[in-house]
């Protein structure tokens, strides 16, 4: 079994900004990537690094099922983040390939298998030499993430995990966005609090930007989550 690194442990208290310099400081030698599907926390934690400097890659998966609005968000985040390298690792079956392979609308029929081709197996490659990732998901964002730590080790992909916006919610977060005038989907204008594939992300009635839910995700089902987050077990390296 794999021996996770001694890393120093990190004050809750520290303010988000100081936290994102030193992570920039501490791992400068080190391979770090930051990781979106372009939702509204990934674009303002893409825009605290890039206030600091930092010319940190950023890698998001197409998984072939993008709304256009995200890929229209995309094309916006990259003209205004010139010093931001962004690298789509999605995969290279194409859905007509996964159809041919699977049957139709696998999404619908087995979502768990759908994601793993489409999501889960692109991303463990993308990692593959990675030291460091960086991702903007927060405790608020549903019981399977209530208690992600600011640092860990994930095993699943055997990297230091780093959670800057942990303690953040929705509400701070839009605060940030308006404030920043940081570009978000417009699809949260429209009661799409959380945005996935356009096969599995249905509005949620009366939701607002400022609010976070995934109860139009993956609408019908039990499942909230692709796999990416909250399903290897972590050692916490918070104090």
């Given at each position: 079994?794999?021996?996770?690194?001694?890393?120093?442990?990190?004050?809750?208290?520290?303010?988000?900004?100081?936290?994102?310099?030193?992570?920039?400081?501490?791992?400068?030698?080190?391979?770090?990537?930051?990781?979106?599907?372009?939702?509204?926390?990934?674009?303002?934690?893409?825009?605290?690094?890039?206030q600091q400097g930092a010319s940190v890659t950023v890698v998001y998966?197409?998984?072939?099922?993008?709304?256009?609005?995200?890929?229209?968000?995309?094309?916006?985040?990259?003209?205004?983040?010139?010093?931001?390298?962004?690298?789509?690792?999605?995969?290279?079956?194409?859905?007509?390939?996964?159809?041919?392979r699977y049957g139709p609308e696998l999404w619908r029929r087995d979502?768990?298998?759908?994601?793993?081709?489409?999501?889960?197996?692109?991303?463990?490659?993308?990692?593959?030499?990675?030291?460091?990732?960086?991702?903007?998901?927060?405790?608020?964002?549903?019981?399977?993430?209530?208690?992600?730590?600011?640092?860990?080790?994930?095993?699943?992909?055997?990297?230091?995990?780093?959670?800057?916006?942990?303690?953040?919610?929705?509400?701070?977060?839009?605060?940030?966005?308006?404030?920043?005038?940081?570009?978000?989907?417009?699809?949260?204008?429209?009661?799409?609090?959380?945005?996935?594939?356009?096969?599995?992300?249905?509005?949620?009635?009366?939701?607002?930007?400022?609010?976070?839910?995934?109860?139009?995700?993956?609408?019908?089902?039990?499942?909230?989550?692709?796999g990416l987050h909250g399903v290897s077990p972590l050692v916490t390296?918070?104090?």
């Open positions: 079994m794999a021996i996770a690194p001694i890393v120093e442990p990190v004050d809750e208290s520290t303010p988000t900004e100081q936290f994102i310099g030193w992570t920039i400081e501490r791992f400068r030698n080190r391979r770090m990537v930051i990781s979106t599907s372009f939702g509204m926390e990934g674009c303002a934690l893409i825009d605290m690094y890039a998966i197409d998984t072939g099922f993008f709304f256009p609005e995200t890929y229209a968000l995309r094309d916006r985040m990259v003209s205004r983040y010139p010093m931001i390298t962004f690298v789509n690792r999605g995969t290279s079956l194409t859905p007509a390939a996964q159809e041919t979502p768990d298998r759908c994601c793993e081709l489409r999501r889960i197996e692109p991303f463990q490659q993308a990692l593959v030499g990675t030291d460091v990732w960086i991702t903007a998901i927060t405790r608020t964002q549903g019981s399977t993430r209530s208690d992600t730590p600011l640092v860990s080790w994930d095993w699943k992909y055997q990297v230091l995990k780093v959670c800057p916006l942990a303690n953040w919610d929705r509400g701070r977060v839009w605060e940030y966005v308006t404030r920043r005038r940081v570009p978000y989907n417009d699809l949260h204008e429209r009661g799409y609090p959380s945005i996935g594939c356009t096969y599995c992300t249905t509005p949620v009635p009366g939701s607002s930007p400022g609010e976070y839910s995934r109860a139009g995700r993956w609408a019908g089902t039990e499942k909230t989550e692709c390296l918070r104090r």
